[in-house]
């Protein structure tokens, strides 16, 4: 009898056990945040945590891509993407142009341009982005 109900209770938890990890993997992982705030100070607070497929599931295909290739590899070391009237001043005033610059799939540094052309250096407020060591 003792081997009867030994034999029950591990085949319950066996069952139990496969349908918890069964149920798991049917679920859709949730991103860390989908949306961002416009404005300047709290965008780069946050934009340090998202890779470049986050970025533009939440806002979209940048305006102009620069990308940064290895010679001898082709592979991409560095981007430089810019956004179109996405973030504010603290005054409510929208920045004409956003430059992410992405190293190592995160952003290193954002820059708000108060002109559209991005070839410009005329008044310009960069920030540089801490990489998280840790989302929370």
Do not use: C
Not at 16 to 32: G, K, L, M, R, V
Not at 96 to 104: G, H
């Amino acid at each position: 009898m003792k081997y009867l109900i030994t034999i029950l209770f591990i085949l319950n938890h066996s069952i139990s056990f496969a349908n918890h990890h069964e149920s798991s993997e049917n679920t859709e992982e949730q991103p860390i945040l989908t949306e961002l705030p416009t404005l300047d100070t709290k965008f780069v607070e946050l934009i340090g945590i998202l890779t470049p497929d986050e970025i533009i599931k939440i806002l979209g295909e940048p305006a102009k891509k620069i990308e940064l290739k290895m010679k001898s590899s082709n592979d991409v070391i560095a981007r430089t993407w810019y956004y179109h009237n996405i973030n504010t001043d603290e005054n409510g005033k929208y920045f004409p142009t956003t430059e992410l610059d992405i190293v190592d799939g995160y952003v290193e540094s954002v820059v708000f341009m108060n002109e559209v052309d991005e070839t410009t250096t005329i008044e310009a407020k960069k920030y540089d982005v801490e990489k998280p060591n840790k989302v929370f």
